[in-house]
C-alpha cells in the first residue's frame, strides 16, 4: 500500500517523539509520579506532586507538560494534573519500559554486530548488571502471568505437578511466583548467568520450595531424566544461540506425560504479515536487534534467531523437533504453546 509523502514523515516524526517521550515515561516510573497520580482521588498542582514524591517542583512542572502534551496526564478547569479513573490500570501494563534506559545504553555495542568486521554478539553476561533486574520488572503482575501460563496446563489436577522447572529463570521472579502458586510443588529456576542466579538466590526469602542452579539448558543434571511435570519457558527459546540443543535436554527431563510451556513475543515470521503493527511488531524487532538477536548469536555456530524467528517458524521448530502443541493462545504480547512429547 503507497503512503503519501505527508503521512510518511508524520509516521517517522511520532516514532522518533515517541522515544523521547518514552524517557519521560521511564523518568515519571522511577521517580514515583506514577504510583502517586494513580493513588490521588483529586487534581492535584505541580507543586503538591513535587512534595508528595520528594522532588523539585520545576522539574517536576516541566515533566508535567510533556504528559499533558502526550495525553498520558489530563488538566481540569483549574489546570490542575490528574489521571483519569479508568485510565489508572494501564499503569501495570507498561512495565517493558523498565528495559528503555539500559537498551539505550547497549545500542553502540549492538551497532558493533551489525558491522561486518564485528563481533557476532553477545550473551546476557556481557549486558548491564541491572538488565537481570529490568527483565524480572517487565513482567509486571506475575502473579497474573502464572495463572495465564498454568489455564491450559491445570487440565491436570494440580497434586500431579509435584516437580516443575523455570528454564532461563534469570533472577527468579516467575520462578518464586510458580512456587506461591504451586506451594505442594518443588520449583527449580535453572539460568547459565551467574549474576542472575546470585540474585534470584538473595531475593528467595520465604520461599521454601523453591530452588536456583546456574547450568546451561544445553546440558542440565545427568540425574534429572524424566524428573519434571512441567517446565516452562518464558520469553527465552529465541535467545537461546542453542536451541536444539536445549530442546533435547527439555525432552530428556521431562516427563513423558509432562507438559513444556513456551511463551515468545508473538511476531509473524515473514516481514508483510507485520506491516502496520508498530506496538508489538515493530518495537519487539527494535529490541530484539540490541538484546535478543545478539544473544543468540554469542557463540559459535549459533542459531542466530532472535525476535525474527517468529511464531510460525518458532511453531515448525517444535513440531518437527518431536512435540505436540496441545494448546495456543497468545498472553500481551507473546504467544505461548502448551506442548507435550509426540508419542
Request: with cysteine; aromatic share 8%.
Amino acid at each position: 500500500m503507497k503512503m503519501e509523502l505527508e503521512n510518511y514523515k508524520s509516521n517517522i516524526s511520532n516514532i522518533i517523539a515517541g522515544g523521547f517521550v518514552t524517557s519521560a515515561l521511564t523518568i515519571g516510573r522511577e521517580l514515583g509520579l506514577f504510583d502517586t497520580l494513580t493513588k490521588l482521588t483529586t487534581p492535584v498542582t505541580s507543586q503538591h506532586l513535587a512534595d508528595l514524591c520528594n522532588l523539585k517542583e520545576r522539574y517536576v512542572r516541566e515533566w508535567l507538560g510533556c504528559m499533558v502534551a502526550s495525553n498520558i496526564v489530563s488538566l481540569d478547569d483549574n489546570d490542575d494534573y490528574f489521571i483519569p479513573e479508568h485510565c489508572k490500570p494501564v499503569f501495570g501494563d507498561i512495565n517493558i519500559i523498565e528495559i528503555y534506559p539500559l537498551f539505550n545504553a547497549m545500542t553502540k555495542d549492538a551497532m558493533d554486530c551489525f558491522r561486518k568486521e564485528g563481533r557476532d554478539g553477545y550473551g546476557y553476561e556481557d549486558m548491564p548488571t541491572e538488565m537481570v533486574d529490568a527483565i524480572d520488572g517487565r513482567m509486571g503482575d506475575v502473579d497474573k502471568l502464572v495463572e495465564a501460563l498454568l489455564e491450559p496446563v491445570l487440565t491436570k489436577k494440580e497434586s500431579s505437578l509435584s516437580n516443575i522447572l523455570d528454564l532461563g529463570s534469570g533472577a527468579g521472579v516467575l520462578t518464586r511466583a510458580l512456587g506461591k502458586r504451586l506451594p505442594g510443588a518443588a520449583v527449580f529456576g535453572v539460568d547459565f548467568n551467574e549474576i542472575a542466579i546470585n540474585k534470584a538466590i538473595a531475593k528467595t526469602g520465604s520461599c521454601s520450595n523453591v530452588t536456583y542452579l546456574k547450568a546451561s539448558g544445553a546440558c542440565l543434571p545427568s540425574d534429572w531424566t524424566k524428573r519434571f511435570d512441567l517446565i516452562v519457558l518464558y520469553d527465552v527459546l529465541h535467545d537461546l544461540p542453542c536451541p536444539s540443543e536445549c530442546m533435547r535436554e527439555v525432552y530428556r527431563v521431562l516427563k513423558d506425560d509432562g507438559v513444556v510451556v513456551i511463551s515468545d513475543p508473538h511476531v509473524h515470521s515473514k516481514h508483510r504479515d507485520n506491516i502496520g503493527d508498530f506496538g508489538i511488531a515493530g518495537m519487539t524487532y527494535a529490541i530484539s536487534s540490541v538484546i535478543c538477536l545478539p544473544s543468540s548469536m554469542s557463540t559459535e555456530g549459533a542459531a542466530g534467531n532472535g525476535i525474527g524467528w517468529g511464531s510460525e517458524n518458532r511453531e515448525s521448530f517444535l513440531t518437527e523437533a518431536g512435540w505436540c502443541i496441545k494448546d495456543k493462545r497468545q498472553i500481551g504480547f507473546s504467544m505461548n504453546l502448551t506442548c507435550g512429547k509426540s508419542h
